[in-house]
């Protein structure tokens, strides 16, 4: 199983997953299949090899190249059946419609009627495969109430399991509570996200770790995990490098909202049941993101330009 991470818009990732015997691929969070989020340094796509725990196959292209999901799938010599959508909010979705126009057949799951161009709404707990490929369906409400999650696995390898988490679950932190209690929320983190194996790899939906991180520490400053973390995000933020993945093991040592539990984190949210606990934390990390410097009308809109979401007016 290869695992092709995907920049797109301001600091979304989708994700390319590939059976590497029947050459059948998956596609997960399709944002815009038409055009990617170019980094600096004209690094557009980097493919994480599970087993060796390093990227391969850099892409260098020039940062205008209007890089295309399609693209990638082409030079990859692959077939793509399927979209797995995390949730329904555009910068997830967006795309799936474009994608299915252009690929006839294609199939695009997920749990939320609400989905882009869905075909089949998938149920907690059901189970896909491709090829020697097995995804379980989890569904994750907090961030929104159809979340959905996936956790791969590959017959008779040595690579660890992957869970492809999209707003559910972050490095370090997790999406926005939206529509769902906290007690359902904590659920989906601590009791559904939080037991799956140590080694699974965290595929999240969102570049936010180094805001997640500092989050982090102002809840546990004497976290030398966080701290550790967060030294190497910015190593990796300077060299224009994706934080993706993380592992669950490290996820539970410096992500709040994976240790409601501990004591320090019921200390900071002076509560101490774990709903409550994550609660008070969703509050306060609002707080700490609005503490930032928004973006300006403009520059939302030259963004929104260069992603395709406005059109140049047509000359009269």
């Given at each position: 199983m290869k695992v092709k991470v995907i920049p797109v818009l301001e600091d979304n990732y989708m994700y390319l997953v590939i059976e590497e015997h029947t050459?059948?691929?998956?596609?997960?969070?399709?944002?815009?299949?038409?055009?990617?989020?170019?980094?600096?340094?004209a690094l557009c796509t980097r493919a994480w090899r599970p087993n060796t725990g390093s990227y391969l196959d850099h892409l260098h292209l020039p940062n205008s190249h209007p890089f295309q999901l399609l693209e990638i799938v082409g030079r990859e010599g692959v077939s793509l059946t399927t979209v797995l959508t995390t949730h329904h909010h555009w910068d997830h979705a967006?795309?799936?419609t474009e994608l299915a126009r252009l690929l006839p057949g294609l199939v695009v799951l997920g749990a939320d009627e609400r989905i882009?161009?869905?075909?089949?709404?998938?149920?907690?707990?059901?189970?896909?495969r491709f090829g020697a490929i097995h995804v379980r369906c989890l569904l994750t409400p907090g961030h929104t109430l159809g979340h959905m999650s996936y956790?791969?696995?590959?017959?008779?390898?040595?690579d660890p399991p992957a869970v492809f988490s999209g707003d559910a679950l972050s490095v370090a932190g997790c999406g926005s509570r939206l529509e769902t209690t906290a007690q359902q929320m904590y659920h989906s983190l601590?009791?559904?996200?939080?037991?799956?194996?140590?080694?699974?790899?965290?595929?999240?939906?969102?570049?936010?770790?180094?805001?997640?991180?500092?989050?982090?520490?102002?809840?546990?400053?004497?976290?030398?995990h966080v701290k550790a973390k967060l030294s190497w995000a910015k190593k990796r933020d300077e060299d224009d490098v994706p934080t993706v993945p993380s592992t669950l093991g490290e996820e539970l040592l410096y992500n709040p909202f994976l240790r409601v539990a501990e004591e320090p984190v019921r200390k900071f949210t002076g509560k101490v049941a774990p709903a409550e606990v994550l609660e008070v934390l969703c509050r306060e990390r609002a707080s700490f993101e609005r503490a930032a410097e928004p973006l300006q009308p403009q520059a939302r809109a030259l963004l929104a330009l260069q992603w395709g979401l406005l059109s140049m007016p047509r000359p009269k």
């Open positions: 050459r059948e691929a998956v596609a997960v969070d399709v944002a815009v299949p038409k055009r990617a989020r170019p980094l600096p340094g967006r795309g799936n882009c161009a869905l075909t089949r709404r998938l149920a907690h707990g059901e189970e896909l956790f791969l696995w590959e017959d008779e390898c040595l601590v009791e559904t996200l939080g037991t799956l194996p140590p080694e699974t790899k965290v595929f999240c939906g969102h570049e936010h770790t180094l805001g997640n991180l500092e989050f982090a520490q102002k809840v546990e400053p004497w976290n030398n």
